[in-house]
């Protein structure tokens, strides 16, 4: 049987311990391979002298390689369980790189944000803790980490959980409510990382290897969701000779049967499926994230970025929408500019119509009307206004983190600026 898939990023500011404690991870539950292991232990002994150990080497190339000039966004780390296959997204912790943290938790199921138990909930702790929010991750685990540092203290853990908790209150965003757990460790020692700490026999929650294989992963049923199926590509193979066109993508969410009365966006025409084809042969029933062709009863106009659905469940079809905004390079992005919008499959052209605010992350307030910002500078997160040169076909990012997100690319350098979740269309937000 195979093993389900869990992913999920670390996050904290800087020397909160976050490569300490995925190396602590990796080492205790014996994921790290000989080799490592001994190129470690001499390069620790080079830093530290002899019998030093440094656990945060076995993922600090992504720190070394910075240091060399070298720009990577997010360092990847997998490794599996008897119980669940895992990757990690380890998130730089400055403010500078809230962007990177932005790329690195897209698709996470967890977000784990590190708290140094000496300094408490900081500015990188709260913007971390939003963005995670806002993404929608379903499950956020606060690692109060240092206890060591703080005589592994009960009222102490207590104090940040009641301060984190009360910030944590006010991150809901639409209908998605973040589950918040605290787990008080010392990524240094390995208390209650892999193994349960002596030193706090007060804890009686689960270490945090036994979170990550319990945690609920958020697979949602096929018929929980709309069927939503972006078009990638139109297949006619001209070289064979058959009168054969499909249309093949991977389903972003829900199911899709033969025989299945299905809608094409953004013109509406309707048909149903013929068939549903793999390289294994033909399905009667495909589910997301399966990548497939789908044969269709009649000839429509159909073409890369197209989305297919049931007629009874279709989502938003507009040209402006509201849209939450990270912005991700030093060229501030203001009313005006223009750039090509990347939605699933489908790329438009959009221009910045206004902005209509910016979100404080101390206070989670979003700037009033009187007071709207003239632009978003790197690393600001802003409500923003977005005309596109062609219907878009789309659901809230609440609903459906696939087909409400979008980045936004330069025109001119190819480079992406922006990263963006939709609220919704401009007229319905009015």
Known sequence: MTLDLLRFT????????????????????????????????????????????????????????????????????????AKRRFIIADCPGHQQYTRNMVTGASTADVAVILLDARRGVLEQSKRHAFISALLGIPHMLVAVNKMDLVDHSRERFEELVEEFGGFAERLAHGDRATDVSFIPMSALNGDNVVDRSSRMEWYEGPVLLDYLE????????????????????????????????????????????????????????????????????ELDEATAPMSFTLRLEDDLDISRGALICHPDEAPEVARELLADVCWMTDAPLRPGGRYVLKHTSHHVTAAVQAIDDVVDVHTLQRSGPDDAPSELALNDIGRVRLRTSAPLVFDSYASNRRTGSFILIDEASNGTVGAGMIAAPVAAAA
């Not at 390689?65 to 997010?74: C, F, L, P």
């Open 10 to 81: 670390t996050a904290g500011s800087v020397d909160d311990g976050k490569s300490t404690l995925i190396g602590r991870l990796l080492y205790d539950a014996k994921q790290v391979f000989e080799d490592q292991l001994e190129h470690v232990q001499e390069a620790s002994e080079r830093r530290g002298g002899e019998g030093a150990f440094d656990l945060a080497l076995l993922t600090d190339g992504l720190r070394a390689e910075r240091e060399q000039g070298i720009t990577i966004d997010v360092a990847y780390r997998y490794f599996a369980t």
């Open 214 to 281: 319990q945690v609920d992963v958020a697979y949602d049923h096929p018929d929980e969701r709309p069927a939503r199926f972006p078009v990638q590509w139109v297949v006619r193979p001209a070289a064979s000779g058959e009168d054969y066109r499909g249309y093949a993508g991977q389903l972003a969410s829900g199911a899709l049967r033969r025989g299945d009365e299905v809608a094409v966006l953004p013109d509406g025409g309707r048909t149903r499926i013929a068939a549903i084809d793999t390289y294994e042969g």
